[in-house]
């Protein structure tokens, strides 16, 4: 076991200890799924937090792929797009939101278990530094228009 995984589990396992995530103070919508081939993937959402106190978003879990990672888009020196793995996470700011997105911020699937079909819902577990593990599911949407990922966002990079 690498020392990411093993750190990895860590957080999961004391995510686990912490009290229930009914009082989770997060509102999720426009989450969604898509794969670019058969082996990668990425799902894209809109987390409120309606609490008093910032969280963080520090990891993802899910059975669909080996690995799932917290990724961003960034522009390198050429201009070109490059995705990154974020270990630190995102911040979800208390009366704000995290915006995760095309072009942007999303959960990265690595190694599918098996091709995302149009239509599934997918179990994704959300890892909070604070709220602790919050389960949702995310419905696979090889359709959707990056545009229509966020009805309130403002300038979007190209996908
Ligand atoms: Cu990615």
Redesign the pocket.
């Known amino acids: 076991m690498s020392f990411k995984s093993t750190f990895l589990a860590g957080i999961a396992t004391l995510a686990m200890s912490l009290p229930a995530l009914a009082g989770a103070p997060f509102e999720i919508h426009d989450s969604y799924a898509r794969s670019s081939n058969t082996k990668?993937g990425?799902a894209f959402l809109m987390i409120h937090n309606h609490g008093k106190e910032d969280d963080r978003l520090i990891g993802a879990a899910s059975d669909v792929a080996a690995r799932v990672?917290l990724?961003?888009?960034i522009e390198d020196d050429n201009g070109v797009m490059q995705?990154?793995?974020v270990e630190e996470g995102f911040i979800v700011p208390a009366d704000g939101m995290l915006e995760m997105a095309r072009g942007g911020k999303?959960i990265?699937f690595?190694g599918l278990n098996a091709p995302l079909e149009q239509g599934d819902f997918i179990p994704v577990t959300l890892i909070f530094e604070k709220a602790g593990e919050v389960e949702i599911r995310i419905e696979v949407d090889q359709e959707r228009k990056a545009s229509e990922a966020a009805g309130h966002t403002h300038e979007h990079s190209s996908d």
Do not use: L, V
């Open positions: 990668a990425a990672q990724h961003t888009h995705m990154r793995h999303h990265m690595m």
